[in-house]
């Protein structure tokens, strides 16, 4: 069947390798690699990076990751989707809150939020695509804020010259 037999007598410790489990040593060393690579690259960044170590941290009477929620502002609700033009936040807010305590910006690629739920959190969401730096609005109705944001339609490109083979 196999017309290159002599040539590969492996074959059979390669099969007995392929049904053995090594998932929980990839597994093991996937997250070491992310926990040390998160450690040297946020150290600059102080109390985010006890943060991440915590998340990433392999607690070793669980096999489940431990988390701190307390350092960390509340995760916020809200629906991105995009039109033609647009980028529309959708954030469900109670009927109580005081919408003078919030600040929203944005970068070409980042909505910044603060001031929700509690005057101190702040959450940055990634954009789906490029906005415009001026044109976005706000309109509170029915308990959601929703946030507008025109799309930049960004239509340069440039050419890349390719070397041709000799």
Known sequence: MFPFQSLFPFKEGIQKWLQQSHSTE?????QDSISKSITNSMQMYGHHAEILKK??????????????????????????FESHDDIYLK???????????????HTSNQAIIEGIPSPE??????????????????????????????????????????????
């Open 55 to 80: 998340l990433f941290r392999n607690d070793e009477h669980t096999d489940s990751h431990t988390f701190d929620h307390s350092s960390v502002a509340p995760k916020l609700d809200i629906n991105i």
């Open 91 to 105: 954030i469900p807010i109670k009927d109580s809150f005081p919408l003078s305590q919030l600040k929203i910006f």
């Open 26 to 30: 990839i597994e093991k060393y996937v």
């Open 121 to 166: 959190d702040r959450h940055v969401i990634p954009l789906p695509s490029v906005v415009k730096k001026k044109g976005a609005s706000t309109n509170y109705k029915d308990g959601i804020l929703q946030i507008k944001i025109p799309k930049r339609i960004d239509l340069q490109y440039t050419e890349i010259d390719v070397p041709t083979i000799d």
